[in-house]
DNA sequence: AAACATTTGTCCGTATGTATA
DNA sequence: ATATACATACGGACAAATGTT
């Protein structure tokens, strides 16, 4: 019989990597909250290791932009500016475009069916209300577009941004919009065709348009 | 009599910081050659300092992409692929674009001077055939630009893809363009005439333009 | 196959520097 | 201004994991 393959992924994280993963998640949920004060001690009792892996993933957080360090006086989560949003989609939507014209040329016909199927549930999501698994599930799409671009740097770069999106909306800070699926219909077309320019003035409009929506709907709340 | 202030710049630097800046120094310019096996030990005792500093400036240097660390066996000097320029030069040339289109509005009088005059350094560099030299205030340049856009997030992944670039320059896989004076120009002209868009597309130009140089001197070599 | 040598990962104690009383 | 409390930066030792003989 096969044996199950150790997938020859390290299975076995470290307990940086953990403590790096959990208090990644806890900041952009905001179980962490925006300007709290971060005792690496307490942390490291919190998550039964010693300081060090504790301190090892605070800086790694520091250089992602979730954490800031004030040497030899304090670490505290970085604040959610909702304004920030501004700073954060032009350049996600520059590399996303980038993403959708490197990757046109790749795109074999199995990828395409993913991305039509991946957006099919991004639809349901979207129709059905359920805010947190459409910003999953639209973050899965682009992910596709950026794994078929094959580049290091974009897709290192991508992931973090998203981050900071995600971020923001579990600050209700972004706006989901039914429209994103035609736009990502009319994406997967030009793709297929082969169009990369296309693609690419098409990806950064669905990327920017959220901007204009945003703050038509602080514009009603207010 | 004046007291210089400290400018409340932590002019102190931690070992670290300095481990950290010394080490980026030494695999960019090759004093560290790809694939060296970095034993945290001995860089401990030639920094005159203790494992953990270095260590943590190790990890820095990882999510860079300087250093790659495989856990529990060793860690080592990524290698440096000529190829991977073509990676390299894409991403830069959309967030450089997307910084002069976003630096065009906020752009002043005095900020206009200052490019031209670091241009004509760089034409001067160039014309002397100072490469080194030339390289350094081409950065200078579209610093400038990076910074008047005043996006965090574009300013830090361009710092990271900028020190990538210069690594590559050491290695030789890189040239210096005499037209690139001209294009600086224009680009100078666009933003100054308030035409973002267009100063966007000098900018990718500029920077794309150096794949294809690149390419031609490569088959001229061989 | 097992014990060894080497290197990394983790722990914890101490020193240094900062903020508060 | 001095002293006190406290958090971080660093050092050094131990433990775990890997590769080798």
Redesign the interface.
């Given at each position: 019989m096969p044996i199950p393959s150790d997938h020859s992924k390290?299975v076995r994280l470290?307990a940086k990597e953990a403590a790096y993963n959990q208090l990644q998640h806890w900041i952009i949920d905001g179980t962490l909250r925006p300007g709290e004060k971060l005792n690496d001690l307490e942390i490291a009792k919190a998550l039964g290791v010693s300081r060090?892996p504790v301190?090892?993933s605070l800086?790694?957080l520091e250089?992602?932009?979730f954490v800031k360090m004030y040497?030899g006086k304090a670490t505290q989560v970085t604040e959610v500016d909702p304004e920030a949003i501004n700073?954060?989609l032009?350049?996600l939507a520059?590399?996303q475009?980038?993403s959708a014209e490197?990757a046109t040329p790749k795109l074999d016909a199995d990828t395409a069916r993913r991305l039509a199927e991946v957006n099919e549930r991004f639809s349901e999501a979207v129709r059905s209300g359920n805010d947190e698994d459409a910003i999953r599930v639209d973050e899965d799409f682009h992910q596709i577009i950026v794994d078929t671009a094959e580049?290091?740097?974009?897709l290192?770069?991508v992931d973090n941004?998203q981050a900071?999106v995600r971020r923001q909306f579990f600050h209700d800070a972004i706006v989901l919009r039914e429209q994103s699926v035609k736009e990502h219909e009319a994406i997967i077309e030009a793709m297929s065709a082969g169009d990369g320019e296309r693609a690419a003035a098409l990806m950064k409009t669905n990327w920017l348009s959220a901007i204009g929506e945003l703050k038509a709907t602080r514009t009603n709340e207010s």
């Open positions: 390290p470290s060090t301190r090892e800086q790694l250089t992602r932009g040497p700073d954060l032009p350049p520059a590399l475009a980038l490197t580049n290091p740097y974009i290192a770069m941004l900071h």
